[in-house]
Protein backbone atom coordinates (compact mmCIF):
# COMPACT_ATOMS: atom_id res chain seq x y z
CA UNK A 1 0.00 0.00 0.00
CA UNK A 2 1.08 3.64 -0.64
CA UNK A 3 -0.10 6.74 0.89
CA UNK A 4 1.12 10.31 0.64
CA UNK A 5 1.39 12.90 3.69
CA UNK A 6 -1.08 15.48 2.85
CA UNK A 7 0.11 19.27 3.84
CA UNK A 8 -2.61 18.80 6.93
CA UNK A 9 -0.97 16.17 8.37
CA UNK A 10 -3.36 13.15 6.90
CA UNK A 11 -2.79 10.52 4.98
CA UNK A 12 -3.63 9.98 1.68
CA UNK A 13 -4.16 6.73 0.04
CA UNK A 14 -2.97 6.20 -3.09
CA UNK A 15 -4.62 3.96 -6.12
CA UNK A 16 -2.89 0.02 -6.14
CA UNK A 17 -1.75 0.55 -9.11
CA UNK A 18 0.61 3.45 -8.69
CA UNK A 19 3.80 2.71 -8.65
CA UNK A 20 6.05 5.51 -7.32
CA UNK A 21 8.97 6.63 -9.50
CA UNK A 22 12.52 5.41 -8.34
CA UNK A 23 11.07 3.38 -5.40
CA UNK A 24 11.79 -0.73 -5.32
CA UNK A 25 8.65 -2.02 -2.91
CA UNK A 26 10.22 -5.57 -1.26
CA UNK A 27 8.58 -8.32 -1.79
CA UNK A 28 5.70 -9.26 0.54
CA UNK A 29 4.31 -6.92 3.41
CA UNK A 30 5.11 -3.56 1.94
CA UNK A 31 3.71 -0.29 3.05
CA UNK A 32 4.73 3.28 1.78
CA UNK A 33 4.92 6.68 2.89
CA UNK A 34 5.52 9.48 0.51
CA UNK A 35 7.08 12.27 2.12
CA UNK A 36 8.02 16.13 1.74
CA UNK A 37 11.40 16.49 0.03
CA UNK A 38 11.66 12.82 -2.11
CA UNK A 39 11.80 11.39 1.41
CA UNK A 40 9.49 8.62 1.51
CA UNK A 41 8.96 5.83 4.97
CA UNK A 42 8.92 2.13 3.63
CA UNK A 43 7.51 -0.28 5.96
CA UNK A 44 8.69 -4.31 5.49
CA UNK A 45 8.13 -7.25 7.24
CA UNK A 46 11.12 -9.31 8.81
CA UNK A 47 12.50 -12.29 7.35
CA UNK A 48 10.24 -14.59 9.09
CA UNK A 49 7.47 -12.18 8.05
CA UNK A 50 5.85 -11.71 11.74
CA UNK A 51 8.14 -8.44 12.88
CA UNK A 52 7.77 -5.18 11.24
CA UNK A 53 10.66 -3.20 10.12
CA UNK A 54 10.58 0.60 8.92
CA UNK A 55 12.93 2.39 7.10
CA UNK A 56 13.65 6.38 6.20
CA UNK A 57 15.02 6.46 2.77
CA UNK A 58 16.46 9.91 1.41
CA UNK A 59 17.96 11.13 -1.86
CA UNK A 60 21.28 10.41 -1.55
CA UNK A 61 21.82 9.59 1.91
CA UNK A 62 21.90 6.15 3.92
CA UNK A 63 18.41 4.37 4.88
CA UNK A 64 17.64 5.19 8.72
CA UNK A 65 15.77 2.70 10.77
CA UNK A 66 13.30 3.96 12.70
CA UNK A 67 10.74 2.40 15.28
CA UNK A 68 6.89 3.31 15.01
CA UNK A 69 4.93 3.42 18.39
CA UNK A 70 1.17 2.95 18.73
CA UNK A 71 -0.41 6.10 19.97
CA UNK A 72 3.12 8.01 20.03
CA UNK A 73 4.13 10.62 16.89
CA UNK A 74 7.22 10.31 14.52
CA UNK A 75 9.75 12.98 14.08
CA UNK A 76 11.73 13.05 10.73
CA UNK A 77 14.76 15.26 10.41
CA UNK A 78 14.52 16.10 7.20
CA UNK A 79 19.02 16.31 7.13
CA UNK A 80 21.22 16.68 9.59
CA UNK A 81 22.62 19.91 8.20
CA UNK A 82 19.35 21.42 6.90
CA UNK A 83 17.65 24.23 8.93
CA UNK A 84 14.06 22.81 7.60
CA UNK A 85 11.77 21.96 9.89
CA UNK A 86 11.33 18.32 10.77
CA UNK A 87 8.53 15.97 9.47
CA UNK A 88 6.05 15.12 11.82
CA UNK A 89 3.43 12.37 11.11
CA UNK A 90 1.08 11.99 14.34
CA UNK A 91 0.21 9.16 16.37
CA UNK A 92 -3.10 8.49 14.30
CA UNK A 93 -1.03 9.13 11.29
CA UNK A 94 1.71 6.42 12.63
CA UNK A 95 -1.45 4.60 13.94
CA UNK A 96 -2.51 3.79 10.51
CA UNK A 97 0.82 3.00 9.01
CA UNK A 98 1.65 0.42 11.41
CA UNK A 99 -2.52 -1.47 10.77
CA UNK A 100 -2.04 -1.47 7.45
CA UNK A 101 1.40 -3.03 7.51
CA UNK A 102 0.23 -5.63 9.92
CA UNK A 103 -3.37 -6.66 8.43
CA UNK A 104 -0.53 -7.81 5.51
CA UNK A 105 1.69 -9.72 8.20
CA UNK A 106 1.08 -13.37 10.20
CA UNK A 107 1.02 -12.92 14.02
CA UNK A 108 4.23 -13.41 15.73
CA UNK A 109 5.24 -16.09 17.85
CA UNK A 110 5.56 -20.07 17.44
CA UNK A 111 2.12 -22.34 17.54
CA UNK A 112 3.91 -25.46 18.79
CA UNK A 113 5.85 -24.08 22.14
CA UNK A 114 2.32 -22.18 22.79
CA UNK A 115 0.11 -24.78 22.67
CA UNK A 116 2.56 -27.68 24.47
CA UNK A 117 2.74 -24.99 27.43
CA UNK A 118 -0.86 -24.20 27.02
CA UNK A 119 -2.11 -28.10 26.92
CA UNK A 120 -0.16 -28.30 30.63
CA UNK A 121 -2.42 -24.86 31.36
CA UNK A 122 -5.70 -26.27 30.16
CA UNK A 123 -5.57 -29.72 30.27
CA UNK A 124 -8.74 -30.30 30.68
CA UNK A 125 -9.64 -28.83 26.82
CA UNK A 126 -11.02 -31.48 24.75
CA UNK A 127 -8.94 -29.84 22.12
CA UNK A 128 -5.70 -31.21 23.91
CA UNK A 129 -7.09 -34.91 23.18
CA UNK A 130 -4.33 -36.28 21.00
CA UNK A 131 -1.19 -34.54 18.95
CA UNK A 132 -2.51 -33.95 15.61
CA UNK A 133 -4.49 -30.74 16.28
CA UNK A 134 -1.49 -29.26 18.31
CA UNK A 135 1.02 -29.58 15.44
CA UNK A 136 -0.96 -28.12 12.93
CA UNK A 137 -0.87 -25.00 13.51
CA UNK A 138 -3.64 -23.92 10.74
CA UNK A 139 -5.93 -26.52 11.85
CA UNK A 140 -6.19 -26.02 15.39
CA UNK A 141 -6.26 -22.21 15.24
CA UNK A 142 -9.30 -22.74 12.78
CA UNK A 143 -10.96 -25.56 15.26
CA UNK A 144 -10.38 -23.33 17.97
CA UNK A 145 -12.25 -20.07 16.61
CA UNK A 146 -14.62 -22.38 14.92
CA UNK A 147 -15.82 -24.10 18.54
CA UNK A 148 -16.17 -20.52 19.92
CA UNK A 149 -13.77 -20.73 22.87
CA UNK A 150 -13.75 -17.66 24.05
CA UNK A 151 -11.23 -18.31 27.13
CA UNK A 152 -8.84 -20.82 25.12
CA UNK A 153 -8.92 -18.00 22.10
CA UNK A 154 -7.79 -15.45 24.69
CA UNK A 155 -5.10 -17.71 26.41
CA UNK A 156 -3.83 -18.89 22.68
CA UNK A 157 -2.96 -15.48 21.52
CA UNK A 158 -1.71 -14.04 25.07
CA UNK A 159 0.84 -16.61 25.59
CA UNK A 160 2.21 -16.74 21.72
CA UNK A 161 2.38 -12.99 22.10
CA UNK A 162 4.06 -12.78 25.22
CA UNK A 163 6.24 -15.52 24.41
CA UNK A 164 7.76 -13.94 20.69
CA UNK A 165 8.08 -10.90 23.30
CA UNK A 166 10.45 -13.12 25.53
CA UNK A 167 7.64 -12.63 28.66
CA UNK A 168 8.08 -15.92 29.99
CA UNK A 169 6.47 -14.97 32.83
CA UNK A 170 2.90 -15.15 31.76
CA UNK A 171 2.95 -18.40 32.27
CA UNK A 172 2.65 -17.93 36.11
CA UNK A 173 -0.54 -15.00 35.13
CA UNK A 174 -2.36 -17.42 32.74
CA UNK A 175 -2.26 -20.21 35.38
CA UNK A 176 -3.46 -17.79 38.32
CA UNK A 177 -6.02 -16.32 35.78
CA UNK A 178 -7.39 -20.17 34.76
CA UNK A 179 -7.53 -21.21 38.81
CA UNK A 180 -9.24 -17.92 39.49
CA UNK A 181 -12.28 -19.25 36.72
CA UNK A 182 -11.78 -16.99 33.64
CA UNK A 183 -15.84 -16.55 33.25
CA UNK A 184 -15.91 -15.43 37.42
CA UNK A 185 -13.24 -12.73 36.27
CA UNK A 186 -14.92 -11.58 33.15
CA UNK A 187 -18.30 -11.09 35.01
CA UNK A 188 -16.48 -8.22 37.06
CA UNK A 189 -14.33 -7.11 34.67
CA UNK A 190 -15.79 -3.47 34.41
CA UNK A 191 -15.21 -3.52 38.20
CA UNK A 192 -11.43 -4.27 38.30
CA UNK A 193 -8.94 -2.09 38.85
CA UNK A 194 -5.40 -2.45 38.69
CA UNK A 195 -2.54 -0.48 38.99
CA UNK A 196 1.68 -0.51 38.89
CA UNK A 197 4.34 1.16 41.35
CA UNK A 198 8.24 0.63 41.92
CA UNK A 199 7.74 1.51 45.54
CA UNK A 200 5.19 0.47 48.19
CA UNK A 201 3.61 3.69 48.75
CA UNK A 202 1.10 5.06 45.52
CA UNK A 203 2.28 7.55 43.29
CA UNK A 204 -0.32 10.67 43.02
CA UNK A 205 -2.34 9.23 40.21
CA UNK A 206 -2.81 5.52 41.60
CA UNK A 207 -3.75 7.62 45.19
CA UNK A 208 -6.62 9.74 43.30
CA UNK A 209 -8.37 6.57 41.95
CA UNK A 210 -7.87 4.96 45.19
CA UNK A 211 -9.84 8.20 46.83
CA UNK A 212 -12.32 8.06 44.10
CA UNK A 213 -12.59 4.02 45.25
CA UNK A 214 -13.49 5.76 48.80
CA UNK A 215 -9.58 4.32 50.33
CA UNK A 216 -8.06 7.80 51.53
CA UNK A 217 -4.68 8.50 51.38
CA UNK A 218 -4.31 8.52 55.24
CA UNK A 219 -5.73 4.96 55.29
CA UNK A 220 -3.61 3.88 52.69
CA UNK A 221 -0.36 5.29 54.90
CA UNK A 222 -1.63 3.74 57.76
CA UNK A 223 -1.96 0.50 56.16
CA UNK A 224 1.69 0.58 54.60
CA UNK A 225 3.45 1.69 57.69
CA UNK A 226 2.84 -2.14 58.63
CA UNK A 227 6.01 -2.61 56.36
CA UNK A 228 4.89 -5.70 55.15
CA UNK A 229 3.11 -7.46 52.19
CA UNK A 230 0.50 -8.56 50.72
CA UNK A 231 -1.57 -6.00 52.64
CA UNK A 232 -5.51 -6.33 51.96
CA UNK A 233 -7.66 -3.42 52.71
CA UNK A 234 -11.45 -3.39 53.17
CA UNK A 235 -14.06 -0.78 52.32
CA UNK A 236 -17.21 -2.10 52.90
CA UNK A 237 -18.47 0.36 50.29
CA UNK A 238 -16.46 -0.33 47.47
CA UNK A 239 -14.83 -3.71 47.59
CA UNK A 240 -11.07 -4.61 48.64
CA UNK A 241 -8.01 -2.97 48.03
CA UNK A 242 -4.67 -6.01 47.59
CA UNK A 243 -0.77 -4.51 47.17
CA UNK A 244 1.55 -7.42 46.89
CA UNK A 245 4.64 -8.50 44.56
CA UNK A 246 3.77 -10.41 41.87
CA UNK A 247 4.04 -14.27 42.59
CA UNK A 248 6.62 -15.22 45.81
CA UNK A 249 9.39 -13.53 44.73
CA UNK A 250 10.62 -10.62 47.28
CA UNK A 251 13.56 -10.12 45.21
CA UNK A 252 10.75 -8.32 42.49
CA UNK A 253 11.24 -4.67 42.00
CA UNK A 254 7.59 -3.89 41.72
CA UNK A 255 4.62 -3.78 43.03
CA UNK A 256 0.83 -4.77 41.97
CA UNK A 257 -1.83 -2.95 43.37
CA UNK A 258 -5.33 -4.33 42.29
CA UNK A 259 -8.93 -3.63 43.07
CA UNK A 260 -12.05 -6.36 43.19
CA UNK A 261 -15.86 -6.26 44.34
CA UNK A 262 -16.71 -7.90 47.80
CA UNK A 263 -18.63 -10.47 45.73
CA UNK A 264 -15.47 -11.70 43.49
CA UNK A 265 -13.30 -11.72 46.31
CA UNK A 266 -15.23 -14.00 48.33
CA UNK A 267 -15.50 -16.28 45.31
CA UNK A 268 -11.40 -16.28 44.67
CA UNK A 269 -10.34 -15.68 48.48
CA UNK A 270 -13.02 -17.23 50.02
CA UNK A 271 -13.79 -20.01 47.90
CA UNK A 272 -11.29 -20.81 45.26
CA UNK A 273 -8.91 -20.37 48.48
CA UNK A 274 -6.50 -18.21 45.81
CA UNK A 275 -3.55 -16.92 47.77
CA UNK A 276 -3.21 -12.73 47.50
CA UNK A 277 -0.37 -13.05 44.91
CA UNK A 278 -2.55 -15.35 42.83
CA UNK A 279 -5.77 -13.20 42.74
CA UNK A 280 -3.22 -10.16 41.90
CA UNK A 281 -1.76 -12.35 39.01
CA UNK A 282 -5.19 -13.56 37.78
CA UNK A 283 -7.12 -9.62 37.39
CA UNK A 284 -3.66 -8.96 35.98
CA UNK A 285 -4.05 -11.76 33.62
CA UNK A 286 -7.44 -11.16 32.90
CA UNK A 287 -6.47 -7.16 31.31
CA UNK A 288 -3.07 -9.26 29.78
CA UNK A 289 -5.89 -11.43 27.58
CA UNK A 290 -8.19 -8.56 26.27
CA UNK A 291 -4.96 -6.90 25.19
CA UNK A 292 -3.79 -9.71 23.00
CA UNK A 293 -7.23 -10.23 21.23
CA UNK A 294 -6.46 -6.62 20.22
CA UNK A 295 -3.15 -7.18 19.11
CA UNK A 296 -4.65 -10.32 17.24
CA UNK A 297 -7.42 -8.30 14.94
CA UNK A 298 -4.14 -6.18 13.69
CA UNK A 299 -2.83 -8.83 11.81
CA UNK A 300 -3.76 -11.23 8.86
CA UNK A 301 -7.01 -12.88 8.93
Not at 81 to 87: K, L, N
Not at 127 to 149: H, P, R, V
Not at 154 to 170: G, H, N, Q, S, V
Not at 274 to 285: D, K, N, P, R, T
Request: net charge negative; glycine share 4%; proline share 6%.
Amino acid sequence: MTFELMSNGTLAELPQTFTPEGISAPAGPCVIALLPHNIYLLGSADSVGSYENWTVMRPDAQPQTVYLYDNESLKINQSQDSGSAPIILSADTVNKLKNNLLSQMTPPGDHLPTVMILRQLMQDNPIFYGDFLLQNETEFINNMESAGDEFLIKAYWTLRFALARKEFDITSRLKAWIKADPAMVEKYKEQIKIWFSLQETPDEFISADLAELGFPELVVKRILAQNSTPLIIYNQPTGYLILTKPGIDKASNFYIWAFLPQDLWDELRERKKLLVQEIALALWASQDTDKALEERARYLK
